[in-house]
C-alpha cells in the first residue's frame, strides 16, 4: 500500500482520453509533448530514429571513416542547388549563409589529408514545406579519398541493407503497403538517359531536342529561365516523367554536367558527369558523385553558376574563391555522397510525411 504521495509538478491542462490519444495532426506536431505522452506509436518512431543514426555512424566509423564539423554559417553559400537563409553578423559586420551543404568544407579536409571523414549535419534550405521537405534537416555527407562513385553504389546498397536489418529485423521491408527489398546486388541501375527512355516514354530524338523538350516541359508548368540550356530541361522532364515511378531501389548516374557543378566529368564523354543519385518510392535518397578536383574546370563551372544566378536561378552556386585555392593545392581523386537522414527515418519507420520524424517540424506561427 501507499504510505505518502509527493507532488513533484503541478498540471493545468487535462490530457486526452487515453484510449483516444491526441489525433487532431497539426496539434501532434505542434504539441509534440503531449503527441509523444499520449502516442506510444510516435515514441517507438523517434527510438528507431536514434538507432538509425547509431547504426549509421557504426557502420560508417567500422570502415575508417572519421566523423568531423564543420562550420554552419557559411561566408559563400555552396555545395548544393539550394536558396539559402541568410542572416548577419553584427561584430563583424558582416552577411552570412546558414549552411546549406557542408561539402566544401568537407573535400578542404581532403586536401588536408583526411581521406574518409563524415558529418551528420544540419542543413537549412529556404524553401517550400511538403510531406517530403522541411526547411532545417539532418544529412550525413561522407567522402572517400580514391574512391570512384561505383564504390559508393556498392556501399550505399550495404549501408541501407544494414540498417534495415538492424532496426527492423531484415532487408526485405514494407513502405506504405509496398514490399521493398534493400538486399545487396537488387537495386537497379540506370543511366540518365535510359531512364528518360524506357521508364519516361521519351525517345532519344525527343529528349535530345532543345526545342521539344522546352515546349514540353513548359506546358507541363514548369518555370524556365533563359540560361536553361539541354541538361537543365532533361532534368525537368526527368523529374516529371521518372522520378514518381522509381519505386524499388534505384540508382540513376552519367548526369548531365551543366546540372552538376561539382561533379567530376566522365572521361568518355565530357558532357555528362559521374554522379549518381538514389530514388526509393518515387523519392531522392541520396546524391553522389566522383569529385571534380581540377581547379580549371571547377572555376569554370562556378562561373556558369555565377551566370545562371544572375538570370534569376535562387538555387545556383556562388563562386568560392577559397574553396578554388584549396583545389589549387591538388585534392586527391575522391568520392562522396550525401543521404538524407529524414527520408530514411520516414522509409525504416513507414511513415508517410516528414513531420513524423522530426521532433519539431516548422509549422505557421499560431493566431
Keep these: 500500500a501507499c504510505d505518502q504521495v509527493t507532488l513533484l509538478t503541478k498540471s493545468f491542462r487535462s490530457l486526452p482520453e487515453k484510449h483516444k490519444g491526441l489525433t487532431n495532426v497539426e496539434i501532434r506536431y505542434r504539441q509534440r509533448y503531449v503527441d509523444l505522452i499520449t502516442n506510444p506509436k510516435v515514441r517507438d518512431i523517434f527510438r528507431k530514429r536514434s538507432k538509425i543514426i547509431r547504426t549509421f555512424r557504426a557502420f560508417l566509423e567500422e570502415r575508417g571513416f572519421v566523423e568531423v564539423e564543420t562550420p554552419m554559417l557559411h561566408p559563400v553559400a555552396g555545395g548544393a542547388a539550394a536558396r539559402p537563409f541568410i542572416t548577419h553578423h553584427n561584430a563583424l559586420d558582416m552577411e ?67 540498417i534495415a536489418t538492424e532496426v527492423c529485423g531484415s532487408p526485405i521491408i514494407t513502405y506504405q503497403g509496398t514490399e521493398l527489398d534493400l538486399t545487396p546486388g537488387k537495386w537497379q541501375r540506370l543511366t540518365f538517359h535510359e531512364s528518360l527512355e524506357k521508364i519516361g516514354g521519351h525517345a532519344p530524338e525527343f529528349y535530345n531536342d532543345f526545342d521539344k523538350v522546352l515546349a514540353y516541359v513548359r506546358e507541363r508548368g514548369e518555370k524556365i529561365l533563359k540560361t536553361d540550356k539541354l541538361g537543365k530541361l532533361q532534368a525537368k522532364l526527368f523529374d516529371l516523367d521518372v522520378e514518381p515511378k522509381l519505386v524499388a531501389p534505384t540508382f540513376i548516374y552519367h548526369y548531365p554536367t551543366e546540372i552538376s557543378p561539382l561533379a567530376r566529368r566522365n572521361k568518355d564523354n565530357p558532357d555528362i558527369t559521374d554522379r549518381f543519385e538514389l530514388f526509393i518510392m518515387g523519392r531522392e535518397y541520396g546524391n553522389a558523385f566522383s569529385e571534380l578536383n581540377d581547379p580549371i574546370d571547377q572555376r569554370m563551372r562556378f562561373e556558369q553558376q555565377v551566370r545562371e544566378k544572375a538570370a534569376g536561378d535562387d538555387e545556383a552556386c556562388a563562386m568560392d574563391e577559397d574553396y578554388l585555392r584549396a583545389l589549387e593545392y591538388g585534392m586527391p581523386p575522391a568520392a562522396g555522397e550525401g543521404i538524407g537522414i529524414d527520408r530514411l527515418v520516414m522509409l525504416l519507420t513507414d511513415s508517410p510525411s516528414i513531420r513524423e520524424v522530426i521532433f519539431f517540424p516548422l509549422l505557421k506561427q499560431e493566431s
Design 96 to 162: 552570412l549563409y546558414m549552411r546549406i551543404a557542408p561539402e566544401l568544407y568537407l573535400k578542404r579536409l581532403l586536401v588536408g589529408g583526411f581521406e574518409k571523414v563524415f558529418e551528420l549535419n544540419r542543413n537549412f534550405r529556404n524553401e517550400g514545406i511538403s510531406i517530403r521537405h522541411n526547411p532545417e534537416f539532418t544529412m550525413c555527407e561522407f567522402y572517400w579519398a580514391y574512391a570512384t562513385f561505383y564504390d559508393l553504389m556498392d556501399l550505399t546498397e550495404e549501408l541501407f541493407s544494414t
